[in-house]
């Protein structure tokens, strides 16, 4: 699965969403979340983000590797 990392915080462009073809990023207060069950990871989203805030999971970097659960955590709280 992708995940979208820190540097989305604040930001939210949503290009992301727009080039989702399975429309799994959604919408927190602060940052965008992708679902890890619905991700079919084509890689569409990474390269439209302004910020490159997202990852495919095993290139995340290690200071925001925790942010792998933070997306998934984000839909067990829904
Ligand atoms: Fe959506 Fe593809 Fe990005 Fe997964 S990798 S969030 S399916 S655009």
Redesign the pocket.
């Known amino acids: 699965?992708?995940t979208i990392a820190q540097s989305c915080v604040d930001v939210l462009d949503k290009a992301?969403i727009e080039?989702?073809?399975?429309d799994?990023?959604y919408e927190g207060e602060r940052m965008l979340y992708?679902h890890p069950d619905e991700?079919?990871?084509?890689?569409?989203?990474?390269p439209v983000c302004p910020v490159e805030a997202?990852y495919y999971e095993d290139d995340v970097p290690e200071q925001w590797k925790e942010y792998t659960k933070i997306n998934a955590d984000f839909f067990e709280d829904l």
């Not at 080039?19 to 399975?22: A, M």
């Not at 991700?39 to 990474?46: L, Y």
């Open positions: 699965t992708y992301c080039e989702c073809p399975v799994c990023i992708i991700c079919v990871d084509c890689g569409a989203c990474e997202i």
